[in-house]
C-alpha cells in the first residue's frame, strides 16, 4: 500500500490551484489539437511541446497528462464524426461510432467514448501505480546486457507486429537508427556523419525529426492529395448523454475493454490496434445475434475506446519503469524527459520520485478533468471539424515551425524541420510506418551505450552480451516474436475480410 | 471508411519510384559504413565508434537490396490515407512546391524580418498555396496568430523568439 501513499503525496502536489490550471489548458490544448483532423494524439504533443519549454517539470507533465489524454479523445470524436479515423488506434471506434452518429445518436456516441476513456484511464493508471515500482524495483537489478536485450525485443515487436510489410518496418527502423547516430559519439567525442557540418555535430533534437516526420511531413502529404469534395460531418444534436439502457449495455463492454487494452500497452507489442481490433471483435461475438452491429451497436464504440485508452495507461508502465517507449506519442514524451535532464529508466521511481508521482496523480486529474470538460463541450469541438483546410494545413506548419525553432532559435532547425518532413512525406508515399522510426531515433544512441558497456565488462568478449539468465530469455522471446506475427494473423484469419482490408490498410 | 484499394501511384506491374527508394537507402547505408571508417577508435574501449555504424549502414544496405527485389516481384505500398486524403488524384507537386518554396523564404528571413513578420508570411503563404483565396483574412489571421505566439512565447514562458526588424516595437 505504500504506492497508495506516494500517489495521495502525488495528488496533493498536483492539486494546487495553479498546477490543476496547467491540467485544464493540457486537457483543452490536447482536445482542441486532437479533434483537428489529421493531427493524432502524437503530433498533438510534438506540436505542443515547446508551450511546455518555459514551465518547472512538474508543471510541464501535468500539462502532458492532460495534452496526452486530451489528444486521444479528440481523435476519437473525429472518428466517430467523421467517417475516416485519423489514428491507427480509433479505426474500431469509427465502424460503429460513425453509423451511431449518422442514426442521430452521436451525442451517445461521444457519451460512452468518454466516459469509457475515463473509466478505462483511470483503472489503468491505477494498475501503472501498482506494477510501474515493481517493475522498476526489478529492473533496477538488471545489468547492461539484460536492458540491451529489453531494448532489442521492444524494438522487434513493435517493428514486426505492426504494419501491412515487416520489411517496411525495418526499413523505418534501420532509418530511425541511422539518425540516431549523428552527432558526437558518446564514447570518444568524434563527430558521426556530420558531414563538417558543426551544427550537426550535436545530437539532432528529437522534437525536430517527430514534428518534421508527423507534422510537416502529414502536411505535406495531405497538400498533394487534398480532397476536392468536403467531408460528411454529423452535427451533434443536444448534450451527449446516456439513457439507462445504454449505460446497460455500456459498463461490461467498458471493462472488457480495459482488460484488454492495458496488458498490450504494458508489454511492447506495438500499442492500441491489437487490443482495440480484438475488443471489437469480442464485443460482436458477444453481441446475441450480432445485436445492432453493422447499424451502430454501442457496445462496438464502448469496448474498443476503453481498450484504446487502457492501452495508453499501460504504456506507462514500461515508459517510466524501464525509460522504453512502446508508442509514438510514449517516444515523444521521452524526449521530453530529456529535455528536462532526466534519464528514465529504472532508476526514475527512486531519484525522480516525486515528479513520478505527481506525474501519476496528474493523469487521474487530467483523466477527470477531461470527462467533466468534454462531455459539455463536444458540440463546440464538433464546429472544430469544420475549419477550413487551408487554415487547418497552413496552421499546421506554422506551429510546426515555430515548435523546431523556438527550442534554440537557429534557422538550421528549421532546415532540418524541412529535411525530415521530406522524409515523412516519402515514408507516406512507400508507407513506411512511423512509429519504428521515431523510436530507432531515441532508442539507438541508449542501445549503443549498453551495447558498449556490456562488451567493456567482458573485455570484448561477446559473452558479455548473454552472461546474464535474463537477457537469454529475452533473446528467445526476440526469436519468438518473429514467429508471433504469424500465429496473430492466424488467430484473426477468422473475421470478416472485409475489416481484414481495413485493418491491414492502416 | 474509404475501403477503395489504395490505388497507389504507378499503375503499372510496378511500382517503379520504389527502385528509387531502394537506391537511395543503400546510398545512406554505405555512406554510414564509410563514415563511419573514418573515426578513430578510442583507447579502453573494445567496440568503438565505429561498430554500430558498420551494422546499421550494412543491415540497411540489405533492406535496400530486399525492397528492390520485392519490387522486382510486384510489391507495392499502400499509401497511407486519411480525412483529407483523396488517392484517386496523382499527386498535386505544385501545391508541395509552393509549400516548400514559403518554407524556405522563412527560414531565410527569420533572423533578419524576424518571427512575428516570417511566421506572418509563412502561414499566408500556406494559406494561399493550399488554395485560400480570401488575402485580407489571411493576413490578419497570419498575423494575430504570428504576433501572438511571439507574446505568449515572451510573457508567458520567458522565451524571446527573434524579434528581427521589429526589435522595440514588439
Redesign the interface.
Given at each position: 500500500m505504500e504506492s497508495l501513499d506516494l500517489l495521495l503525496g502525488g495528488l496533493e502536489a498536483a492539486a494546487t490551484p495553479e498546477n490543476l490550471m496547467w491540467a485544464a489548458i493540457g486537457v483543452l490544448l490536447g482536445t482542441f489539437v486532437g479533434v483537428l483532423?489529421?493531427i493524432g494524439p502524437a503530433m498533438a504533443v510534438a506540436l505542443l511541446l515547446?508551450?511546455t519549454?518555459?514551465?518547472e517539470p512538474a508543471q510541464a507533465f501535468i500539462m502532458f497528462a492532460g495534452i496526452y489524454y486530451g489528444g486521444m479523445y479528440g481523435g476519437s470524436t473525429?472518428s466517430i464524426l467523421?467517417?475516416?479515423?485519423?489514428e491507427s488506434s480509433s479505426?474500431m471506434t469509427?465502424?460503429e461510432g460513425?453509423k451511431m452518429a449518422k442514426r442521430g445518436r452521436a451525442a451517445q456516441a461521444l457519451a460512452t467514448a468518454a466516459i469509457g476513456s475515463f473509466i478505462a484511464g483511470t483503472i489503468g493508471t491505477m494498475l501503472v501505480v501498482f506494477l510501474a515500482p515493481w517493475l522498476a524495483g526489478i529492473a533496477v537489478e538488471i545489468g547492461a546486457p539484460s536492458y540491451l536485450a529489453v531494448t532489442v525485443l521492444a524494438m522487434v515487436l513493435v517493428t514486426s507486429v505492426l504494419g501491412?510489410?515487416r520489411?517496411?518496418g525495418?526499413?523505418g527502423l534501420?532509418?530511425g537508427?541511422?539518425i540516431g547516430?549523428v552527432g558526437l559519439?558518446l564514447?570518444?567525442a568524434?563527430a558521426?556523419?556530420n558531414f563538417d557540418q558543426p551544427l550537426l555535430a550535436d545530437r539532432i533534437d528529437i522534437v525536430v525529426v517527430a514534428v518534421g516526420v508527423f507534422a510537416l511531413g502529414?502536411?505535406?502529404?495531405?497538400?498533394?492529395?487534398?480532397?476536392?469534395?468536403p467531408?460528411e460531418i454529423i452535427p451533434v444534436s443536444g448534450q451527449p448523454w446516456m439513457g439507462r439502457d445504454d449505460f446497460r449495455r455500456s459498463w461490461k463492454p467498458w471493462l472488457r475493454g480495459t482488460a484488454l487494452g492495458f496488458p498490450f500497452g504494458a508489454v511492447p507489442a506495438g500499442g492500441a490496434e491489437t487490443p482495440t481490433f480484438l475488443s471489437y471483435v469480442l464485443e460482436r461475438r458477444l453481441a446475441k445475434d450480432g445485436g445492432e452491429f453493422g447499424k451502430g451497436a454501442i457496445e462496438g464504440v464502448a469496448g474498443p475506446e476503453a481498450a484504446n485508452n487502457a492501452s495508453a495507461a499501460g504504456t506507462f508502465v514500461p515508459l517510466l519503469a524501464l525509460g522504453l517507449p512502446v508508442t509514438a506519442t510514449a517516444t515523444i514524451m521521452l524526449a521530453a524527459f530529456q529535455s528536462y535532464g532526466i534519464e528514465p529508466g529504472p532508476q526514475l521511481m527512486t531519484d525522480q520520485s516525486d515528479l513520478v508521482w505527481t506525474l501519476l496523480a496528474s493523469l487521474l486529474i487530467g483523466n477527470l478533468m477531461l470527462l467533466v470538460l468534454n462531455l459539455p463541450l463536444a458540440p463546440l469541438w464538433a464546429k472544430l471539424l469544420r475549419t477550413?483546410?487551408?487554415?487547418?494545413?497552413?496552421?499546421i506548419?506554422?506551429f510546426a515551425?515555430?515548435g523546431a525553432?523556438?527550442a534554440n532559435?537557429r534557422?538550421f532547425d528549421?532546415?532540418l524541420?524541412?529535411v525530415f518532413?521530406a522524409l515523412g512525406?516519402?515514408m507516406?508515399?512507400?508507407?513506411?510506418p512511423v512509429l519504428p522510426l521515431i523510436l530507432g531515433v531515441i532508442l539507438?544512441p541508449l542501445m549503443?551505450l549498453k551495447?558498449?558497456e556490456a562488451?567493456?565488462l567482458s573485455?570484448?568478449e561477446a559473452s558479455g552480451l548473454v552472461n546474464e539468465p535474463l537477457a537469454v530469455i529475452v533473446y528467445a522471446i526476440v526469436a519468438l516474436a518473429v514467429v508471433v506475427p504469424a500465429v496473430v494473423r492466424a488467430v484473426r484469419g477468422p473475421t470478416d475480410p472485409?475489416e481484414q482490408?481495413?485493418l491491414v490498410?492502416r | 471508411m474509404n475501403t477503395t484499394p489504395s490505388s497507389a501511384p504507378g499503375t503499372g506491374r510496378q511500382d517503379r519510384a520504389q527502385y528509387g527508394l531502394a537506391g537511395l537507402l543503400g546510398l545512406i547505408g554505405a555512406y554510414t559504413v564509410y563514415d563511419a571508417s573514418t573515426l578513430n577508435v578510442g583507447f579502453a574501449d573494445p567496440v568503438g565508434p565505429r561498430a554500430f555504424p558498420y551494422v546499421i549502414g550494412t543491415v540497411l544496405v540489405g533492406l535496400a537490396a530486399l525492397l528492390a527485389v520485392a519490387t522486382a516481384r510486384g510489391d507495392k505500398p499502400e499509401a497511407e490515407e486519411g480525412e483529407d486524403v483523396d488517392l484517386t488524384h496523382p499527386a498535386d507537386w505544385a501545391t508541395v512546391a509552393k509549400l516548400t518554396a514559403t518554407l524556405v523564404f522563412t527560414i531565410a528571413t527569420v533572423d533578419t524580418l524576424g518571427w512575428a513578420i516570417s511566421g506572418a508570411v509563412l502561414f499566408v503563404g500556406s494559406a494561399w498555396a493550399l488554395g485560400s483565396r480570401t488575402l485580407i483574412r489571411d493576413v490578419i489571421v497570419g498575423f494575430v496568430m504570428s504576433v501572438g505566439s511571439w507574446y505568449v512565447f515572451y510573457v508567458g514562458l520567458d522565451i524571446p523568439l527573434t524579434p528581427g526588424v521589429l526589435d522595440g516595437v514588439l
Open positions: 483532423p489529421g515547446p508551450v519549454y518555459g514551465l473525429t467523421l467517417n475516416t479515423p485519423g479505426v469509427a465502424i460513425n501491412s510489410s520489411l517496411r525495418f526499413i534501420f532509418l537508427l541511422t547516430l559519439d564514447n570518444t568524434q558521426r556523419l502529414e502536411a505535406l502529404w495531405v497538400a498533394a492529395h487534398l480532397r476536392r469534395k467531408l477550413p483546410r487551408p487554415y487547418l494545413y497552413a496552421g506548419l506554422f515551425s515555430l525553432y523556438a532559435q534557422p528549421l532546415v524541420l524541412l518532413g512525406f516519402m507516406r508515399r512507400f508507407a513506411i539507438g549503443e551495447f558498449r562488451l567493456s573485455d570484448g472485409a482490408k481495413e490498410s | -
